[in-house]
């Protein structure tokens, strides 16, 4: 079993979060103090704080600066997310909304709607939706606190850089980035490598590399070094080294010196050979070492994500207009390529969740005659949404094979 130390978390008895040994504050044994705290904080801290021998509060209760004579206070700064949803993929797309929400909670606390302009790129709408959502957050939450009170505590996003760029504006807030596009990332890069043959050996421990990320990121809880430490210990694993790990030059392994499993009993035979699968290994290593990813482990949050946000805006792709089914294929002739493609043709645009909408916010079971009015004009046809269906299949093929011989010399 392993037996490296690690900095154990500790559970706050106010607000239940979980966070490491030095980011928490041991209750005061005083009895005097103990009251004082108590008609601070309220009952709850005293039936938590009552049922534990060494209860914490977290730093976040704290008002700044250090000293035996500090006293918490019950308000707590907030832990938030945020991610922007664009209307479409690709560069075309022509609006973004850019949702914060908390995730304690999982209530959004505001929103921006950003609109492309006319001969600007449309990947700065969701670095302009942060900055302007984030900015009203805070001013109307200053509005509502006390002098010098901190306000937000963290921000959790995906591994964006127009959103790193906008939190270096904000230095007080905590940027930390979401496990589990992290761990898509480097799940993209080794899917590309698995249709190589040198690869083929580390196939049967590639589903087992996602699983020991996503552990590791966990056991360590926020400990970037620990989390590195451990990742790296992968590949000791996959070799048959279970212990008295040696440093290499991509990891020390100080506080990670062996594996965390019970002792292995009988040979597994995935195991691999350091020396003959030594370019699968290699590429393996690359891809956990590509880029920032050994920086930006140091602020992947095990226990915040964005999954709560997202969650919000695939509800609300629904009733995006651009997002229509495919209903039949058109066979056309390309004169860019001089020959025979086939395009896709989507259904109309349907609106029938406004009038869903409607009916729901402004009709009664009195008011039937709004309700026949709304049903009077949802039956009326708008010309712009009238589908082409009309048009003979036969004149189109006509049409492309005149276009074919007229581009073809």
């Not at 890069?189 to 050996?201: A, I, L």
């Not at 990320?213 to 809880?221: D, E, F, P």
């Amino acid at each position: 079993m392993s037996n490296f130390k690690v900095d154990d978390p500790r559970k706050c008895c106010l607000c239940g979060i979980t966070s490491p040994r030095k980011q928490m504050r041991s209750v005061t044994t005083n009895i005097s103090e103990r009251k004082e705290w108590v008609k601070l904080l309220g009952t709850t801290f005293q039936q938590n704080a009552d049922k534990l021998s060494k209860p914490y509060l977290c730093e976040s209760h704290f008002p700044p600066g250090k000293g035996k004579k500090v006293l918490p206070y019950q308000g707590h700064p907030l832990h938030i997310a945020g991610d922007g949803q664009y209307d479409t993929r690709g560069f075309c797309a022509l609006i973004c909304r850019f949702t914060i929400m908390c995730v304690s909670t999982s209530l959004i606390l505001d929103f921006e709607v950003m609109r492309k302009e006319k001969g600007k790129s449309s990947v700065l709408l969701e670095k302009a939706g942060h900055q302007i959502s984030l900015s009203r957050l805070l001013a109307n939450l200053k509005n509502e606190a006390n002098p010098g009170t901190k306000l937000v505590a963290s921000f959790t996003s995906d591994r964006c850089n127009n959103m790193s760029a906008v939190m270096r504006n904000f230095p007080d807030i905590t940027h930390l980035f979401d496990n589990w596009h992290y761990v898509r990332s480097i799940r993209k890069d080794v899917t590309e490598k698995c249709t190589r043959n040198y690869f083929e050996p580390m196939l049967p421990w590639v589903r087992p590399l996602f699983a020991h990320i996503r552990t590791s990121i966990a056991v360590a809880n926020g400990d970037g070094v620990l989390a590195w430490e451990m990742i790296n210990g992968f590949f000791n694993h996959v070799v048959g080294v279970h212990e008295n790990f040696e440093p290499t030059q991509l990891c020390s392994f100080i506080k990670y010196k062996q594996c965390g499993h019970s002792p292995i009993l009988a040979e597994d035979p995935r195991t691999l050979d350091a020396v003959t699968h030594k370019r699968a290994l290699d590429a393996v290593k690359n891809i956990l070492n590509k880029g920032n990813r050994r920086e930006e482990l140091l602020s992947v949050c095990p226990n915040f994500s964005t999954h709560s946000v997202e969650s919000y805006h695939s509800v609300a792709t629904k009733y995006t207009s651009k997002n229509k089914p495919v209903v039949r294929e058109v066979r056309m002739w390309c004169k860019t390529k001089k020959a025979y493609i086939t395009k896709k043709r989507k259904a109309p645009p349907c609106h029938k969740w406004r009038k869903d909408l409607m009916e729901l916010l402004y009709s009664t079971p009195e008011d039937d005659e709004y309700s026949m009015d709304l049903e009077s004009v949802s039956d009326v046809e708008d010309p712009e949404n009238i589908y082409a269906e009309d048009i003979d299949e036969e004149e189109v093929r006509i049409r492309a094979e005149v276009e074919r011989m007229l581009y073809e010399f």
